[in-house]
């Protein structure tokens, strides 16, 4: 996985992974997330995948638009 770059300094998340049509997401929590295609938006993956890249927004950008729209969530 590759370490969050959370330019805010206030961001939940710690890591993601990026795959052709997912991300999986690494909260502080220690929970994991896999967003896909088939759980959220193409549209909303792509958004995710750029601000991941970005290290910034990326937690926001999950809690008011994409909330439940995982695919599978594990510790």
């Known amino acids: 996985m590759t370490q969050y ?3 805010s300094g206030t961001s939940g998340i710690l890591a ?3 795959g052709t ?3 999986t997401v690494q909260f502080k929590s220690g929970q994991y997330y896999l967003y896909n295609t088939s ?3 193409a549209f909303n993956i792509e958004r995710m995948k750029q601000l991941a890249v970005a ?3 990326l937690s926001t950008f999950i809690s008011t638009t ?3 729209g ?3 969530k594990w510790r």
Do not use: Q
């Open 21 to 23: 049509d997912s991300i």
């Open 5 to 7: 770059k959370n330019l």
């Open 66 to 68: 994409v909330k439940d």
């Open 16 to 18: 993601y992974e990026i």
């Open 55 to 57: 290290g910034s927004g």
């Open 39 to 41: 759980s959220t938006s």
């Open 70 to 72: 995982y695919h599978r």
